[in-house]
T-cell receptor, first 112, second 112 residues
Framework: GENVEQHPSTLSVQEGDSAVIKCTYS??????FPWYKQELGKRPQLIID?????GEKKDQRIAVTLNKTAKHFSLHITETQPEDSAVYFC???????????FGPGTRLSVLP | DTAVSQTPKYLVTQMGNDKSIKCEQN?????MYWYKQDSKKFLKIMFS???????INETVPNRFSPKSPDKAHLNLHINSLELGDSAVYFC???????????FGDGTRLSIL
């Protein structure tokens, strides 16, 4: 079946530094690429998403880039803060949004 | 004001029992989902429903039977529980395919 690879699996950065998480996929029919943040013991929450007709989207300290030709998309967090520490999941749709596949997650630790 | 609420939050039961998890959303969304998150934090879609109709059944054993009495509810009944069913089960909803998903707080199912 369709998989999404996500790297790195763990990431530690100093407070104030940037963090980048990258996801790659193989199915070229996908059009919607959301990113979710899951804090320990909590539910996943959407932090940003991008659609296939856009190459980049930014929301304050968070940005997402999409390269449909190379089939990868990345999450960029700038000026990281301790409260950014969480597991981040990339995801993509299948069958025009009827189905979704998630990456295995990246555990981000922001060290004060 | 909880947008997607699922009950119970915790479920501890013995192998072989039958149990149900309820999910309700008050967002007016047409699409609802069930996800399973295992101990390694992998998030995998189980079912998706659109306006009470089953859209996706991701090779889930037929011991798992979702029921959608109306588009605001998607309940999950599990028969003959097995040890491998231990996980956190998340309900989610969205306006439709390729739209942001809102997750419930999860139900932690533990099989003894």
């Amino acid at each position: 079946g369709e998989n999404v690879e996500q790297h790195p699996s763990t990431l530690s950065v100093q407070e104030g530094d940037s963090a980048v998480i990258k996801c790659t996929y193989s199915d070229s029919a996908s059009n919607y690429f959301p990113w979710y943040k899951q804090e320990l013991g909590k539910r996943p929450q959407l932090i940003i998403d991008i659609r296939s007709n856009v190459g980049e989207k930014k929301d304050q300290r968070i940005a997402v880039t999409l390269n449909k030709t190379a089939k990868h998309f990345s999450l960029h967090i700038t000026e990281t803060q301790p409260e950014d520490s969480a597991v981040y999941f990339c995801a993509k749709d299948l069958n025009y949004g009827q189905n979704f596949v998630f990456g295995p997650g990246t555990r981000l630790s922001v060290l004060p | 004001d909880t947008a997607v609420s699922q009950t119970p939050k915790y479920l501890v039961t013995q192998m072989g029992n039958d149990k149900s998890i309820k999910c309700e959303q008050n967002l007016g969304h047409d699409t609802m989902y069930w996800y399973k998150q295992d101990s390694k934090k992998f998030l995998k879609i189980m079912f998706s429903y659109n306006n009470k109709e089953l859209i996706i059944n991701e090779t889930v054993p037929n011991r798992f039977s979702p029921k959608s009495p109306d588009k605001a509810h998607l309940n999950l009944h599990i028969n003959s529980l097995e040890l491998g069913d231990s996980a956190v089960y998340f309900c989610a909803s969205s306006l439709g395919g390729n739209q942001p998903q809102h997750f419930g707080d999860g139900t932690r199912l533990s099989i003894l």
